[in-house]
């Protein structure tokens, strides 16, 4: 299974932008208004599953792929999707690949094979400095910084976490919610929960499907909405969450692993990341 095939993020991104609409989403629409979010299931001839399809007010649609690895085969997978999204709507299709990884983006925006020319948008989110959506009155964009271009993290952290304290209950808990979902994209899990615990934040795991089913993992060792947690929890925490994100459901002597690790055995694991492609790379049998 390659590493793309296991990068969990994309369903917090795309309930994220579905459902949040940060400022963002004008910028890749050219300023045009979304007039609805497309629910696209390409046929099956092999697995493909379309991240994001927005239909415009101009009867367009705008195609965002969210992008967490510096994946070769990129601009082959996007002219599929054009294809296939073409031959069901017969409209303008524009497409953008919205780059969210660590490492320096190194994709390709070009497909040139014989006599084929392809070509999409290719963006990378740290265009987009934290600054800027922090100076937004949008909860939407404060969430969204945690991804932007930044030089501090933990006062990155710390500051969103202070803007979206003052929100209203609901509209604090569900942004505060996809701030751990994406906080792994950035290795800022240990940051977040010890800067909203300091806080006194509780992360409401039901309102992302993400964090429900880790949070649904994870109740068996005391991580319940609200627990006072001490630096070993917070750890085990971050620990369950990176892996999950990277590899899925994480089996069950992994989960004893994190049960009985020790801090440094912890730390150990949280901060290893690539060259390692498989889950017993990163926590030894």
Avoid at 87 to 103: E, M
Wanted: with cysteine; glycine share 6%.
């Amino acid at each position: 299974m390659r590493v793309e095939q296991r990068f969990q993020f994309d369903g917090a991104l795309k309930e994220f932008f579905e459902r949040q609409q940060p400022s963002l989403v004008l910028d890749l629409t050219g300023g045009v208004a979304v007039k609805q979010s497309l629910n696209v299931e390409l046929p099956r001839v092999q697995e493909r599953k379309v991240d994001l399809v927005l239909l415009l007010a101009d009867e367009s649609l705008l195609h965002i792929e969210f992008q967490g690895t510096n994946r070769k085969d990129m601009a082959i997978r996007m002219s599929e999707y054009y294809l296939l999204l073409l031959a069901r709507y017969q409209c303008p299709i524009r497409q953008v690949v919205l780059y969210v990884g660590r490492p320096r983006m190194r994709l390709s925006s070009m497909l040139e094979h014989g006599p084929l020319r392809f070509s999409y948008s290719l963006r990378d989110i740290r265009e987009w400095p934290a600054r800027k959506l922090l100076d937004s009155s949008r909860t939407a964009d404060y969430v969204l910084a945690i991804l932007a271009g930044t030089a501090d993290g933990p006062a990155l952290v710390r500051e969103i976490l202070e803007r979206v304290s003052r929100r209203k209950a609901a509209e604090r808990d569900t942004a505060i919610a996809y701030l751990a979902a994406l906080s792994g994209l950035r290795r800022f899990e240990t940051i977040l929960v010890q800067e909203a615990k300091r806080m006194g934040l509780v992360i409401d795991w039901k309102k992302n499907e993400i964090l429900r089913g880790i949070h649904e993992e994870g109740r068996e060792e005391g991580l319940e909405e609200g627990r006072e947690e001490g630096r070993e929890e917070a750890l085990r925490f971050a620990v369950r969450t990176t892996l999950t994100a990277r590899f899925g459901k994480l089996p069950r002597w992994v989960e004893q692993r994190i049960r009985h690790a020790s801090p440094r055995q912890l730390t150990e694991w949280l901060t290893k990341g690539p060259p390692a492609t498989r889950l017993d790379e990163v926590v030894p049998r």
